[in-house]
């Protein structure tokens, strides 16, 4: 009898274990077939926009400083991003700029080309400040320009993509300078 149990188990284990394997007949479905797909599918997580639309320029009046676009601007977006950096996209005459200011040393001007080799200049001095605006143009401006500047704490950073030379965009941006720097007069 223990003879004939043990055959039987033997029997039994060998027959579970056969249902365990796959038959070696059958085909496996080719590597670059696509799985099938799950399911339940996960959730998908909604990252928080940096760019936050504000109003005005006053809005950035808590970042610690203002910006405004040129004061004859065809149009002007206000947005502030990362909760740190205020930005303004304008048109003038057709052409589009982006104005951005933070308390940074870092460059915020999120413009990554390749610049000419040789960088223009800008002194503006008067009573107890000089500013220093360096302008940087791409493809000798044929494809825009960077202006960027410090003033005490506060940088910023001045960029169309538009065709330009020097002396248009500082034409742009000196009325926008004089009018945000907290100084009254300049020479430069």
């Given at each position: 009898m223990k003879k004939i149990l043990s055959i039987i188990i033997v029997l039994m284990l060998i027959s579970v274990l056969a249902s365990c394997n796959p038959a070696t007949t059958e085909q496996m479905p080719p590597a670059s077939a696509s799985p099938a797909p799950m399911a339940t599918p996960e959730p998908e997580i909604e990252l928080p926009n940096p760019i936050v639309a504000v109003e005005g320029a006053a809005d950035f009046y808590d970042l610690g400083f203002i910006i405004t676009p040129h004061q004859q601007a065809d149009s002007a977006n206000y947005s502030i991003?990362?909760?740190?950096?205020?930005?303004?996209?304008?048109?003038?005459?057709?052409?589009?700029?982006?104005?951005?200011?933070?308390?940074?040393?870092?460059?915020?001007?999120?413009?990554?080309?390749?610049?000419?080799?040789?960088?223009?200049?800008?002194?503006?001095?008067?009573?107890?400040?000089?500013?220093?605006?360096?302008?940087?143009?791409?493809?000798?401006?044929?494809?825009?320009a960077l202006a960027e500047w410090s003033y005490e704490d506060v940088r910023y950073s001045f960029y169309t993509?538009?065709?330009?030379?020097?002396?248009?965009?500082?034409?742009?941006?000196?009325?926008?300078?004089?009018?945000?720097?907290?100084?009254?007069?300049c020479s430069g």
């Open positions: 991003i990362g909760g740190k950096v205020a930005q303004i996209i304008f048109t003038l005459d057709g052409e589009t700029f982006t104005y951005r200011g933070a308390v940074t040393r870092e460059d915020i001007s999120g413009v990554y080309e390749s610049f000419d080799p040789l960088p223009q200049s800008l002194d503006l001095e008067g009573p107890g400040f000089k500013v220093s605006v360096v302008v940087k143009t791409i493809d000798g401006g044929a494809r825009g993509p538009d065709k330009t030379v020097f002396d248009d965009l500082t034409d742009v941006l000196l009325p926008i300078v004089y009018h945000d720097l907290p100084f009254a007069a």
